[in-house]
């Protein structure tokens, strides 16, 4: 036996050990209780789930070291707390969260009439419509309403916490509808989207890294009530390491259904949690509620993110929005540095270093730095989507 073969062999019993006898470890972690004290924060706890007011946050931000404190709280919660928060009032312009809703819904419609989206990660086609690459189908469509939706600070703050700087959204809309079926539970991005053979191809240290290469979100966009089938989550179960092959295990998955969270949400409110939280979409048992949520996958700056985004259209199509509503005074200096951090490109690699060389630093400028830059500056659009253009030209290779 090569020394390859030999190495994969042992990683296989490794994962095999994990999987078949770690179910003791596993109920330990999520039997714990959490420590409304141990969180300062938050304003509360609903089932194992930590809960943060939007106003409060919103507040409190203002301050350096109280925002400072609060991404440490996120941090610790997401990484040895219940592994997930819940923020009332995330977006708390209700007319914002309905017009996104609205043109959600035309999306959606548009994709019935040709047979377009579709399909789900873990539930049967048809239970629900999802849109694919919504951040940019949002933008593209209604520029104005976009920037508003993610001028949105407690969305920036908890993408920071867990990721840092120059982090990466996507999103895609989710809309269960009345019947529809509950998710199978299941890790998320990147090792959860992977087959347990493929799974055992990598090694230890890479299912502890994952999770730091991502968060989960959800933004509700209507009441949620437990009926309708909102997220159902195992806090605690972030932590433990041998989940992403042991899950699909049906004492795991029987242990999910017995114990799981499930809380009510409502319109404007957010989840977060770490993407390694054992976690579902519930059935929806109502009549006429058509659970919408928009689902957020945040990426580290370092990760790959789920989806190709055409950042720079983003930004091509932002600039003049977000120059107005600085000239105008309809969103704060604070929104607009949030709405750019959610659809220019934060960090500046990978790019062509012939044409994009670092000039008076260790790297070259990023989108997100020339976005910031030209609007602070006042450049005239017509100036500033030039400079765009070109700074996407120089970073291909």
């Not at 998710?183 to 994952?210: C, I, N």
Request: hydrophobic content about 40%.
């Amino acid at each position: 036996m090569d020394a390859r073969t030999l190495i994969g062999e042992r990683q296989r019993r490794v994962w095999l050990r994990a999987g078949s006898g770690a179910f003791g470890t596993f109920r330990d972690l999520v039997e714990q209780t959490v420590d409304p004290a141990q969180w300062p924060f938050a304003c509360g706890m609903e089932q194992n789930v930590l809960i943060y007011d939007g106003d409060e946050i919103r507040e409190l931000e203002q301050d350096a070291d109280s925002r400072t404190e609060l991404m440490a709280e996120w941090a610790e919660a997401f990484l040895d707390g219940p592994g997930v928060i819940a923020i009332r009032n995330a977006v708390e312009d209700q007319e914002v969260i309905d017009v996104a809703t609205g043109v959600f819904e035309r999306i959606i419609e548009e994709q019935r009439s040709t047979d377009a989206g579709g399909g789900d990660h873990f539930a049967k086609p048809g239970a629900n419509d999802r849109i694919w690459n919504a951040l940019q189908k949002h933008c593209l469509a209604a520029p104005e309403n976009f920037a508003r939706y993610w001028g949105s600070v407690a969305i920036d703050l908890a993408s920071r916490a867990w990721l840092g700087d120059g982090y990466q959204v996507t999103a895609q809309v989710n809309r269960v509808n009345p019947g529809g079926e509950a998710q199978t539970a299941h890790r998320d991005y990147h090792l959860g989207f992977m087959t347990p053979e493929r799974l055992e191809a990598f090694p230890s240290l890479v299912h502890k890294l994952s999770p730091a290469l991502t968060l989960q979100g959800a933004i509700a966009h209507c009441d949620m009530p437990v009926e309708s089938g909102p997220t159902m989550l195992l806090p605690f179960s972030q932590a433990f390491h041998e989940g992403y092959i042991a899950y699909s295990d049906q004492r795991y998955q029987d242990w999910f259904r017995a114990h799981r969270s499930q809380l009510p949400l409502n319109k404007g409110d957010a989840l977060f949690f770490n993407p390694a939280l054992m976690h579902a979409a519930g059935s929806n048992v109502s009549e006429n509620i058509y659970r919408t949520a928009n689902l957020l996958q945040v990426s580290s700056a370092f990760g790959r993110p789920i989806e190709a985004v055409d950042r720079t259209r983003l930004c091509l199509h932002l600039y003049p929005v977000l120059l107005a509503a600085r000239r105008d005074g309809t969103m704060t200096d604070r929104e607009i540095a949030c709405a750019i951090a959610a659809s220019a490109e934060g960090y500046p690699f990978p790019t062509n270093l012939d044409n994009d060389p670092p000039v008076g630093g260790l790297a070259p400028s990023s989108q997100s730095d020339l976005m910031t830059e030209l609007l602070f500056a006042g450049a005239a659009t017509g100036e500033a989507l030039e400079a765009l253009r070109a700074q996407a030209e120089r970073k291909r290779s």
